[in-house]
């Protein structure tokens, strides 16, 4: 019995009100339980949609292996894993644009356009980076924050006016609404992002986000956005096979 009590006191336990770690825990498993689903859904699909459906569980496979790490990192240091935090983004958000570009690619979407996208991309992560992890004093997470919305800005723009909408429209049915429902997630799910950057970072807007939690405004963040993302390809994988 006292071996038994022994062993029950080095079981990590969690806070109950530790909603960073909880968030990082569930977190996990969705991207996990996505992953698998996404990944064993794989053969009921037309070769063409494979790759995408491929990309998806790529996306929530890759956030389960940080996650997984990020939990424990947490766990054991109580800071912001922010190094695993953007090592998972610049995998991650690049596959995103892939996405893109995939199924758009029926319609005549270019190298080039995925390209754009993706170097957007990796602008819009390493400036938040440098503010939140290196230039972090003084007016630096400002001033990175705001070069890095503008590379969020650009892509927003170029998804929902530029080369990527023309495509989408040209394409027209169930290509089309997935791209809108993708483009919705960027401009409303990935808005989350910044948010939780005023929420971390110190800067003008710290008594706006400043009490809010970094990590679970991402956690969320995370969440709605690789899943969400996975699901409307998977759902015009679906619709188009009818
Ligand atoms: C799966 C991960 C995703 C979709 C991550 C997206 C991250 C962003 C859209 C981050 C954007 C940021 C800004 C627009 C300004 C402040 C710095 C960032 C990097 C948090």
């Known amino acids: 019995m006292e071996k038994f009590l022994n062993f029950m006191a080095v079981v990590p336990e969690m806070a109950t009100d530790d909603y960073v770690g909880f968030t990082f825990f569930v977190g996990c498993m969705a991207m996990m339980a996505a ?15 494979r790759t995408s459906i491929l990309v998806s569980g790529l996306i929530t496979f890759i956030a389960a292996v940080h996650y997984w790490y990020m939990r424990d990192y947490w766990a054991t240091n109580a800071t912001s894993p922010t190094f695993f935090r953007y090592v998972d983004w610049v995998l991650t958000v690049p596959l995103m644009c892939v996405e893109f570009y995939l199924i758009l690619k029926a319609a005549g979407a270019t190298k080039q356009l995925m390209w754009k996208l993706i170097f957007l991309s990796v602008v819009m992560l390493v400036t938040g980076y440098l503010g939140e992890a290196v230039y ?3 007016s630096g997470p400002a001033l990175w924050g705001l070069a890095s919305g503008i590379a969020y800005f650009v892509i927003v723009y170029e998804i929902w006016f530029g080369g990527a909408a023309k495509l989408a429209q040209s394409a027209g049915g169930a290509v089309e609404s997935a791209h809108k429902t993708l483009c919705k ?5 990935w808005a989350i992002y910044p948010i ?33 993302f996975g699901l409307v390809v998977y759902n015009l994988a679906v619709n188009s096979k009818k």
Not at 35 to 49: N, P, V
């Open 136 to 138: 972090n004093t003084g």
């Open 35 to 49: 992953s698998a689903f996404f990944f064993l859904s794989l053969s009921s699909f037309d070769s063409k949609w």
């Open 196 to 228: 939780g950057y005023m929420a971390g970072t110190d800067g003008w807007y710290s008594g706006i986000f400043g009490g809010l939690e970094m990590d679970v405004i991402y956690n969320i963040g995370d969440a709605i956005n690789k899943i969400g």
């Open 185 to 189: 997630f960027v401009l409303i799910g």
